[in-house]
């Protein structure tokens, strides 16, 4: 009856983190025209700093603006300190150009590259959970019982 409890609680956790991811997103064009305002999974607003997309902007070349979509977002996934892109090809090749020297058909992004991304553009990474794994976990769990 306590790991029912447990597992609902988990759950409602585990949504509202959830909730805490972009529902929308938009290209660096829109936001540079002024669209810095997104909607959240849960309804809520979240505001994209325009410094950060300043800055970005110079880096990443014109003709790329109306093809990579940002935020950004990442999985963390259950190897060590390895983080998936969820995101286009033209988000891939974005993100590669702001790490440098890297191939932009690697779909797996270190915990140095996502340091380097969250030091310089806070606003516009969101880093997720891969919940497969937790209700794997869960399932195992409950057969140990």
Do not use: H
Not at 8 to 19: A, H, P, Q, V
Not at 36 to 42: E, V
């Amino acid at each position: 009856m306590a790991r029912d409890n447990i597992s609902k609680f988990l759950e409602f956790e585990i949504r509202s983190l959830i909730g805490f991811s972009p529902a929308e997103k938009v290209t660096i064009k829109e936001a540079l025209e002024g669209k810095l305002s997104i909607t959240l999974s849960d309804g809520t607003k979240y505001e994209l700093s325009k410094d950060e997309i300043e800055k970005l902007s110079q880096k990443i070349p014109i003709y790329l603006w109306s093809l990579v979509r940002i935020p950004f977002q990442f999985v963390k996934i259950d190897e060590p300190n390895t983080y998936k892109l969820l995101g286009s090809e033209w988000d891939k090749k974005g993100i590669s150009i702001l790490i440098g020297e890297r191939d932009p058909a690697q779909e797996y992004f270190s915990s140095v590259e996502i340091e380097k991304l969250l030091k310089e553009y806070k606003s516009l990474i969101f880093i997720t959970i891969d919940i497969s794994n937790l209700y794997r976990e869960e399932e195992d769990l409950k057969g140990d019982l």
